[in-house]
C-alpha cells in the first residue's frame, strides 16, 4: 500500500529559528521533538548521514541532511515500511514560513494492516504535537489537538507492554 501523509504548521519565525529546531533533533537540547509525551529521538551519534537511531519501535537511518533546512530519514524497521520521513522548512505566502513533516512509503505484509490500525494514528498524533513543540520553540502558544480515544488506548497498552518487558528483563538477571 502507497502511503503518504503530511502535517505542516505556519510559523511566525525566521527560516533561520525553524531551522535551529530541526538541527536541535535528537540532541540534548532537541526543540522539536515532544520528548515529554512520546519516546525520545535517538541517535548513534550527532545528527548527519549516516546516523542510526529511531524512536520507540520506529528506525531509521539519516539519509540527507541541510543543516537549517532539512533532515530526511530512511526506514529501517518495523518489517514492512519501506520509504522515508522528512522535516523540512517550505516557503510561505504569509510572513514566517511553514515547517512541513512529509512521510511517504510503501507498506508490505503484516504492515499493510498495522500502518492503518496502530502506527498512523499514533503518528498523526505524535507530528502534531512536535509541531505544537516547534510553536512553543519559538515563542508562541499552540492550540493542541487532543488524543483521540484510539491514540490514548494505544498509549496506554504500549506502556503496559513496555512495564511488562521492563519487569521480564529485570526478572531475568536475577
Known amino acids: 500500500m502507497r502511503v503518504r501523509n503530511v502535517h505542516e504548521r505556519e510559523l511566525c519565525a525566521t527560516p533561520q529559528q525553524v531551522g535551529t529546531l530541526i538541527d536541535s533533533l535528537a540532541s540534548l537540547d532537541d526543540l522539536l521533538w515532544p520528548k515529554k509525551l512520546w519516546p525520545r529521538m535517538k541517535f548513534d551519534r550527532p545528527m548527519g548521514v549516516g546516523a542510526v537511531g529511531g524512536h520507540g519501535p520506529i528506525g531509521y537511518v539519516v539519509k540527507s541532511y541541510s543543516p537549517g533546512r532539512a533532515v530526511e530519514f530512511r526506514f529501517t524497521k518495523p518489517k514492512g515500511f519501506r520509504g522515508y520521513h522528512r522535516y523540512e522548512i517550505v516557503?510561505?505566502?504569509?510572513?514566517?514560513?511553514?515547517?512541513?513533516?512529509?512521510?511517504?512509503?510503501?507498506?508490505?505484509?503484516v504492515a499493510v494492516l498495522s500502518w492503518p490500525l496502530l502506527f498512523?494514528?499514533?503518528?498523526?498524533?505524535?507530528?502534531?504535537d512536535s509541531l505544537d513543540a516547534?510553536?512553543?520553540?519559538?515563542?508562541?502558544?499552540?492550540?493542541?489537538?487532543?488524543?483521540?480515544?484510539?491514540v490514548r488506548l494505544l498509549r496506554r497498552l504500549a506502556s503496559r507492554r513496555r512495564e511488562r518487558t521492563a519487569n521480564g528483563s529485570s526478572q531475568a538477571g536475577r
Open 91 to 109: 516557503s510561505s505566502s504569509t510572513p514566517g514560513c511553514r515547517l512541513r513533516h512529509t512521510l511517504e512509503m510503501t507498506t508490505h505484509g
Open 120 to 128: 498512523r494514528p499514533m503518528h498523526d498524533a505524535l507530528i502534531e
Open 134 to 150: 516547534a510553536e512553543t520553540s519559538v515563542g508562541h502558544v499552540p492550540t493542541p489537538q487532543p488524543w483521540s480515544v484510539w
